[in-house]
């Protein structure tokens, strides 16, 4: 038993010394940070703002209902959960290539008989039980580093995996928030809608009035009841957009579509988020999407490397020991020990090309993501440039817009004033009411396109809160 102990801890002993000295060697030499876009790609441009959005920047718009509907998102959206399904799966595949690494051990236990033949000094055939109890293990010496670099992919397709989960955080909460401000963009129309129509109606009804008096013909009263009929048309359209909108909302909730979920909100906020300042040029640190890119070319670059150590000869060790006995009673007895230590040496000769072809396979797929990750950096700057172009653009827009509103509510009243007085006919009057609505909805959708532009460049420009959310949901899976 002293001798079976001591076996034991010579092959243990033996094993991770070998595999101690041997793993380290590697025989491909990465190119990838000589191959990574260098200050080419650093963002110089500097903002006029001088606000920062604040970090769970939808807070910043004061709403509840919003933090709430962003809260639900977080917990039940589908897409989050199949992604954090895909990471656990990712997760596994970590430790299935970890295990490579390792000393495989098996215990095993046989029994049964056997008959000899006869032989002509024996009376017969010759019948003997065999029982075998024995631990057998095998190990691979990662000597050219093709091991190591197999576990060194998989835990970058981990991280990459982890960053899209990031990335996904950020795409949704700006797709919840855009949507809800859509939604309330389309109340406030609907809102708008009604007064206008009350305006319409009333003036229908001194068409009307002074039509009996005889100041005016009967054409103003059609033309009254035709922009009255007209304007009608619209409610159902705008319904329409919001029982769409509800439901798209509902499913990014993993809700059934329903309705009414927005709220009571019917107005647009005044202030939008704040442009931030210097944030880009901390674009690469902060974009999810682009880390993840760089994670699966960091994952490719070490598949490379195991290609090329596929090339060189693999050693394997195994060893087993155990006992074996023609009776179980007598099984475990030191006369019984058996054991046996095997060094498999395997160089490859003749494959058909395979290794070689998987080397230069590996080698276009590291190229092709290494253009991929400099087309995903710049357009990452492209897209923080876009939405810097239309936020400034739609803020002179904006204050046109209200200077339009002022002006056309002030032409209005002038306008209805002269035609209840009998100065003017009806048609200026009904080009006035229209060039006011038309004005105030402009006004809306130029607010609320703002505010789009606003949430479409906290998407653009990343940041760090979706790092803690999503480490803080690891945790607990």
Sequence with gaps: ???????????????????????????????????????????????????????????????????????????????????????????????????????????????????????????????????????????????????????????????????????????????????????????????????????????????????????????????????????????????????????????????????????????????????????????LKNRPDIQASMARLRATDARLGAAVADRFPSFNLSAKIGYGSTRVAELIKPDNLLWNFVGDLVQPLIDGGRRKAEIRSKRAQYEELIYKYKSDVLTAFKEVEDALVKNKKVETRLKLEEDSVLASAGLLEITREQYVQGIMDYLPLLTAQQAYYRSQTELVSTRRELISNRIELARVLGGKWSEKMVKERLEKE
């Design 1 to 283: 038993m002293k001798s079976t102990g001591t076996f034991q801890i010579f092959i243990t002993c033996l094993l991770f010394l070998l595999n101690g000295i041997f793993c380290g060697c590697s025989v491909h030499k990465s190119t990838l940070e000589k191959d990574l876009p260098g200050s080419d790609y650093t963002f110089q441009n500097k903002f006029e703002h001088t606000a920062p959005p604040v970090d769970r920047w939808w807070e910043y718009f004061n709403d509840p209902q919003l933090n709430n509907l962003m809260d639900e998102m977080f917990q039940s959206n589908l897409d989050i959960e199949q992604a954090f399904a895909r990471w656990r799966r990712f997760e596994a595949e970590c430790i299935v290539v970890d295990a490579g690494r390792k000393p495989l051990i098996n215990l095993s236990f046989s029994g049964g008989r056997e008959q000899t033949p006869t032989v002509k000094s024996s009376t017969g055939p010759t019948r003997n039980n065999k029982f075998q109890l024995a631990a057998a293990g095998s190990f691979e010496l990662d000597l050219w580093g093709k091991l190591k670099e197999r576990e060194r992919a998989s835990i970058w397709e981990l991280l990459a995996t982890e960053s899209d989960i990031r990335t996904l955080y950020i795409s949704l909460s700006a797709e919840v928030a855009d949507l809800y401000f859509k939604i309330i963009e389309i109340k406030h129309l609907i809102k708008l809608l009604s007064q206008t129509i009350e305006s319409y109606e009333q003036s229908l009804d001194v068409t009307k009035n002074r039509y009996l008096q005889g100041l005016n013909s009967i054409r103003d009263v059609y033309q009254a009841e035709q922009s009255l009929a007209s304007t009608l048309t619209q409610r159902p359209q705008l319904q329409e957009s919001l029982i769409l909108a509800e439901y798209a909302l509902s499913l990014l909730l993993g809700r059934y579509p329903e309705i009414n979920i927005s709220g009571k909100v019917d107005t647009l906020p005044q202030a939008p988020l704040p442009l931030p300042v210097d944030m880009p040029s901390t674009l």
